[in-house]
Nanobody, 120 residues
Protein backbone atom coordinates (compact mmCIF):
# COMPACT_ATOMS: atom_id res chain seq x y z
CA UNK A 1 0.00 0.00 0.00
CA UNK A 2 1.07 3.55 -0.78
CA UNK A 3 -0.20 6.72 0.84
CA UNK A 4 0.08 10.29 -0.38
CA UNK A 5 -0.33 13.01 2.24
CA UNK A 6 -0.77 16.57 1.07
CA UNK A 7 -0.40 19.71 3.14
CA UNK A 8 -0.02 23.44 2.78
CA UNK A 9 -3.28 24.64 1.32
CA UNK A 10 -5.29 27.49 2.77
CA UNK A 11 -6.68 30.96 2.29
CA UNK A 12 -4.43 33.74 1.03
CA UNK A 13 -4.90 37.20 -0.41
CA UNK A 14 -4.11 37.91 -4.03
CA UNK A 15 -0.38 38.45 -4.47
CA UNK A 16 0.43 36.14 -1.60
CA UNK A 17 2.26 32.83 -1.51
CA UNK A 18 1.63 29.25 -0.43
CA UNK A 19 3.75 26.12 -0.48
CA UNK A 20 2.16 22.75 -1.02
CA UNK A 21 3.80 19.47 -0.03
CA UNK A 22 2.96 15.89 -0.92
CA UNK A 23 4.75 13.03 0.80
CA UNK A 24 4.54 9.47 -0.45
CA UNK A 25 5.03 6.55 1.91
CA UNK A 26 4.57 2.81 1.92
CA UNK A 27 5.85 0.05 -0.31
CA UNK A 28 7.81 2.22 -2.74
CA UNK A 29 10.78 1.05 -4.78
CA UNK A 30 11.19 4.19 -6.87
CA UNK A 31 9.20 7.25 -7.96
CA UNK A 32 9.20 8.42 -11.54
CA UNK A 33 7.15 11.51 -12.43
CA UNK A 34 5.47 13.63 -9.77
CA UNK A 35 3.01 16.39 -10.44
CA UNK A 36 0.35 18.78 -9.25
CA UNK A 37 -3.11 19.13 -10.76
CA UNK A 38 -5.97 21.39 -9.82
CA UNK A 39 -9.70 21.42 -10.23
CA UNK A 40 -11.85 24.50 -9.83
CA UNK A 41 -15.63 24.26 -9.35
CA UNK A 42 -17.35 23.42 -12.60
CA UNK A 43 -14.08 22.87 -14.44
CA UNK A 44 -12.04 19.86 -15.47
CA UNK A 45 -8.94 18.82 -13.58
CA UNK A 46 -5.86 20.33 -15.22
CA UNK A 47 -2.12 19.85 -14.97
CA UNK A 48 -0.37 22.63 -13.08
CA UNK A 49 3.21 21.37 -13.00
CA UNK A 50 5.14 18.13 -13.30
CA UNK A 51 8.68 17.01 -12.54
CA UNK A 52 10.60 13.92 -13.63
CA UNK A 53 12.98 11.93 -11.47
CA UNK A 54 15.79 13.80 -13.17
CA UNK A 55 14.11 17.12 -12.24
CA UNK A 56 12.96 18.12 -15.71
CA UNK A 57 9.90 20.31 -15.22
CA UNK A 58 6.78 21.24 -17.14
CA UNK A 59 4.30 24.01 -16.28
CA UNK A 60 0.89 25.15 -17.41
CA UNK A 61 1.16 28.46 -19.23
CA UNK A 62 -1.07 30.10 -16.65
CA UNK A 63 1.42 29.51 -13.82
CA UNK A 64 4.78 29.90 -15.57
CA UNK A 65 6.98 32.37 -13.75
CA UNK A 66 4.83 32.22 -10.60
CA UNK A 67 4.88 28.57 -9.50
CA UNK A 68 7.89 26.31 -8.94
CA UNK A 69 7.75 22.56 -8.60
CA UNK A 70 10.53 20.67 -6.87
CA UNK A 71 11.12 17.28 -5.29
CA UNK A 72 13.19 15.61 -2.62
CA UNK A 73 13.85 12.07 -3.75
CA UNK A 74 15.25 11.04 -0.37
CA UNK A 75 11.95 12.02 1.27
CA UNK A 76 9.66 10.90 -1.59
CA UNK A 77 8.16 14.38 -1.46
CA UNK A 78 7.09 16.87 -4.10
CA UNK A 79 6.56 20.56 -3.46
CA UNK A 80 4.75 23.37 -5.23
CA UNK A 81 5.82 26.89 -4.35
CA UNK A 82 3.09 29.26 -5.45
CA UNK A 83 3.87 32.97 -5.60
CA UNK A 84 1.92 35.98 -6.87
CA UNK A 85 -1.29 34.06 -6.40
CA UNK A 86 -4.40 35.19 -8.25
CA UNK A 87 -8.08 34.57 -7.52
CA UNK A 88 -8.20 32.34 -10.61
CA UNK A 89 -5.72 30.00 -8.90
CA UNK A 90 -8.48 29.05 -6.46
CA UNK A 91 -9.04 25.30 -6.74
CA UNK A 92 -8.51 21.97 -5.06
CA UNK A 93 -4.92 20.94 -5.73
CA UNK A 94 -4.04 17.26 -6.10
CA UNK A 95 -0.64 15.65 -6.22
CA UNK A 96 -0.06 12.76 -8.60
CA UNK A 97 2.74 10.23 -8.50
CA UNK A 98 3.96 7.54 -10.90
CA UNK A 99 5.89 4.95 -8.96
CA UNK A 100 7.19 1.41 -8.83
CA UNK A 101 6.23 -0.56 -5.75
CA UNK A 102 8.37 -2.96 -3.77
CA UNK A 103 6.74 -5.76 -5.78
CA UNK A 104 7.97 -4.15 -9.02
CA UNK A 105 4.50 -3.03 -10.13
CA UNK A 106 3.87 0.35 -11.77
CA UNK A 107 1.07 2.43 -10.32
CA UNK A 108 -0.30 5.96 -10.51
CA UNK A 109 -1.59 7.48 -7.28
CA UNK A 110 -3.55 10.63 -6.42
CA UNK A 111 -3.45 12.60 -3.21
CA UNK A 112 -6.61 13.49 -1.32
CA UNK A 113 -6.55 17.11 -2.46
CA UNK A 114 -5.94 20.34 -0.62
CA UNK A 115 -8.00 23.51 -1.00
CA UNK A 116 -6.30 26.71 -2.12
CA UNK A 117 -8.43 29.83 -1.97
CA UNK A 118 -7.16 33.20 -3.17
CA UNK A 119 -9.21 36.24 -2.20
CA UNK A 120 -9.22 39.43 -4.23
Amino acid sequence: QVQLVESGGGLVQAGGSLRLSCAASGSIFSINAMGWYRQAPGKQRELVAAITRGSNTNYADSVKGRFTISRDNAKNTVYLQMNSLKPEDTAVYYCNVDLVTGLNNNYNYWGQGTQVTVSS
